[in-house]
């Protein structure tokens, strides 16, 4: 704030959206444990493990971090954009 006119100069600190080197770094250290822990605390399953046993263990959670990582509008195949469904049964003897 040189010159005493306030407001931030141009071109200062990281672009919009650009991730620091910490949260970075968090993140990966994050993800690295789940794939280590898995769903048996020995790496069984790897990632996928880790939250399928987090669905189980804690549903409230896992549904927020499901409603996070989905899409926040979902396009239909259908004519004008319609999400179509097909639901199929199948008898068994």
Do not use: C, H, W
């Amino acid at each position: 704030m040189a010159g005493g006119r306030g407001g931030a100069r141009k071109g200062a600190g990281r672009p919009v959206g650009a991730n620091g080197k910490i949260n970075k770094m968090i993140r990966e250290a994050v993800l690295e444990a789940a794939e280590n822990v898995g769903s048996d605390g020995n790496g069984k399953g790897g990632m996928v493990g880790y939250l399928q046993q987090r669905a189980q263990d804690q549903p409230q959670a896992f549904m927020g971090l499901l409603g996070r990582a989905m899409p926040m509008q979902v396009q239909g195949e259908g004519e004008n954009g319609e999400l179509i469904v097909k639901v199929t049964r199948e008898i068994v003897k």
